[in-house]
């Protein structure tokens, strides 16, 4: 290992990994005081022009790039290493445990973490795959997702990286990707958005079992979900059709396969505070396939705000479940309180529907579904003496 500072100006601290023609240190970046993540490529690969061209491609592409799930590049340089020159790529270092650690410590990942995770690299391949051109991975596979320490996960590696789109009937690329993750027509080099959302879709496989893809390839050379998955529905629905063995039959994009996850009954974990501790609930949200924008506020749509908006009645009594009919004891209570306070109680649960039920309004009408991260949950005292929560959160 170099004692000196690369280029006077990376001091090595360790490895990191190692691939076919390049690999990655953790080095201290003594000018900017942080640490980064340098790729090499070996000294000895440098007369492979292929090699050179794929490291070259990958600094090129991530420079373009701007996302929390991707690394960002800092600077491509040449300077000596072992005695030769050698081309380099700072970038971002992910402080994080891989996929594939998390399998080899046998971890128990929790469905709720699982279906976040999938749902944030769906992400991730959403804003890669709509860049123009488009940008293919082409490597998913566990060893290439770390998840940061707050959770959020980031794709790395981009060293088979093509930002070229060539349609079936174009001259080929190289092969690049890995057993088991990769699909047939990447074989072929014919790789496409779906390729990538294939490879993902057998990390995800390999994460939730256990067990490499290969354990469930079958004789006709396509990957077989078990029926029983602990990840349930409707993540295992999704990663059925996207490891199709034809590219036509799996969700064309991260968008459609996003969406379908959204489109079903998921549990949600909820913080609520009762009794001055907080508790977890597990509540059934139901996320539903909206039309395009605008959207006109009848039949199903119509249906939609009704059930999202709750009633001034609802709101004074949320420990109720929706929809639940009052007693005689609740309307006896409720008038008591709204001569003691000469109306005034009534009218603001009225004024919190209402403004509510205007907000629910506009989004069903013309807004679209966005992903959002909670940021935190605050219990609130309301004037009955039940305890909500407030949450805030970002997009």
């Not at 080099?189 to 290969?214: E, K, V």
Request: glycine fraction near 6%; aromatic fraction near 8%; include cysteine.
């Amino acid at each position: 290992m170099q004692s000196e500072p690369v280029a006077g100006r990376y001091e090595i601290i360790r490895p990191l990994g190692a691939g076919g023609f390049a690999r990655t240190l953790l080095a201290r970046d003594l000018q900017q005081q942080r640490d980064v993540a340098l790729k090499v490529l070996r000294p000895q690969t440098a007369p492979d022009w292929k090699a050179y061209e794929l490291f070259e491609r990958e600094g090129a592409v991530l420079r373009e790039l701007r996302h929390h799930g991707v690394p960002a590049v800092y600077e491509t340089f040449r300077a000596r290493w072992e005695g030769a020159e050698a081309a380099f790529l700072a970038m971002e270092y992910i402080d994080g445990v891989s996929l594939e650690q998390t399998i080899a410590d046998r971890r128990h990942v929790d469905p709720v973490e699982v279906l976040n995770l999938f749902t944030e690299l769906l992400g991730v391949l959403d804003y890669l795959h709509t860049r123009i051109p488009p940008v293919l991975h082409r490597d998913i596979k566990p060893a290439n997702v770390i998840v940061r320490t707050d959770g959020a996960p980031v794709l790395v590696d981009f060293g088979a990286v093509r930002n070229v789109f060539r349609a079936p009937n174009e001259s080929t690329s190289t092969v690049v990707g890995t057993y088991g993750y990769m699909p047939y027509e990447q074989y072929m080099g014919q790789a496409s958005p779906s390729s990538d959302l294939y490879a993902l879709a057998a990390t995800f496989l390999h994460l939730i079992t256990g067990r490499p893809p290969s354990d469930f390839m079958t004789e006709a050379a396509r990957l077989e979900v078990p029926e029983s998955l602990l990840c349930g529905e409707p993540l295992r629905r999704v990663l059925v059709r996207l490891l199709a063995t034809t590219p036509g039959d799996r969700y064309a994009t991260a968008k459609a396969a996003r969406n379908a996850l959204f489109a079903s009954a998921a549990p949600l974990v909820v913080a609520e505070a009762a009794s001055g501790n907080a508790v977890a609930r597990i509540v059934e949200a139901r996320m539903v396939e909206l039309s395009p924008a605008p959207r006109e506020l009848t039949g199903e749509n119509a249906k939609l705000l009704d059930r999202l908006s709750h009633s001034m009645w609802e709101l004074m009594e949320p420990e109720e479940k929706i929809g639940a009919k009052w007693t005689v004891a609740d309307v006896l209570l409720v008038t008591f309180f709204s001569v003691v306070t000469i109306g005034i109680l009534p009218a603001i649960f009225w004024s919190f529907a209402v403004r509510r039920r205007s907000r629910f309004k506009l989004f069903i009408a013309k807004g679209e579904l966005a992903e959002a991260r909670v940021l935190d949950i605050t219990p609130k005292d309301t004037a009955f003496g039940v305890k909500l929560s407030k949450v805030r959160y970002e997009f």
